[in-house]
């Protein structure tokens, strides 16, 4: 299908662009949610009439999520989870936990403004990116830990899985004989017993 975008679309196009999509990919996302047009000769017609309203439109939203931008740029959310010894967590962090985070921390954000690569399953700091607008994006820091003091050491760029491992773990060993028979240290202190009461 081919449409008239209204919005710059990440990897399609800009404003006005004409692009051939999948049919379900305009039906179902970009024509319900305002981001395109059919192109088809009337709507080619109402687009070039209120382009420059659009393109203005735009640039006021883009304006108003760049000021927005300094208030999320950078930031850095805790996320207290639980987890294995290995560092894998119980669950996932979901894009829910990251903007309830950051709106504690007043930054305004909506779900589907944060963008997840993968999901987060692993103790860690992670760069998640969040898109403002389709013209500005901005990295913040999530960091998922098992204590605040776990966090506040990969705040500070330990690898805190990597520091549990090296620790010396070293506690009670008892000495044993490898060549020894199971229960063999048993019989002979009877033989030595048995021997001393003759």
């Not at 931008?69 to 639980?82: C, D, F, P, W, Y």
Request: aromatic share 4%; net charge negative; proline share 3%.
């Amino acid at each position: 299908m081919d449409i008239i975008l209204l919005e710059r679309v990440e990897k399609l196009g800009n404003i006005g662009d004409v692009v051939s999509v999948k049919d379900g990919f305009a039906r179902n996302y970009l024509l319900p949610n305002k981001k395109a047009l059919r192109a088809n000769e009337k709507n080619k017609q109402v687009f070039e009439a209120n382009r420059a309203k659009i393109e203005a439109d735009n640039a006021e939203r883009r304006s108003s999520a760049e000021a927005q931008s300094g208030n999320v740029e950078g930031k850095q959310v805790v996320l207290i989870r639980a987890s294995s010894n290995s560092g894998q967590l119980y669950g996932s962090v979901s894009v829910r936990d990251i903007v309830d985070a950051l709106n504690e921390q007043g930054a305004g954000v909506a779900k589907n403004m944060i963008v997840l690569e993968r999901p987060i399953k692993t103790i860690g700091v992670f760069d998640v990116r969040v898109n403002l607008h389709p013209e500005v994006a901005v990295t913040v820091k999530v960091n998922v830990a098992r204590s605040a003091d776990e966090a506040d050491l990969q705040s500070q760029g330990v690898d805190v899985m990597a520091a549990m491992f090296e620790q010396d773990v070293s506690g009670f060993t008892e000495a044993y004989d490898p060549n020894a028979e199971p229960g063999e240290i048993a019989i002979e202190e009877a033989e030595v017993e048995g021997e001393e009461e003759a």
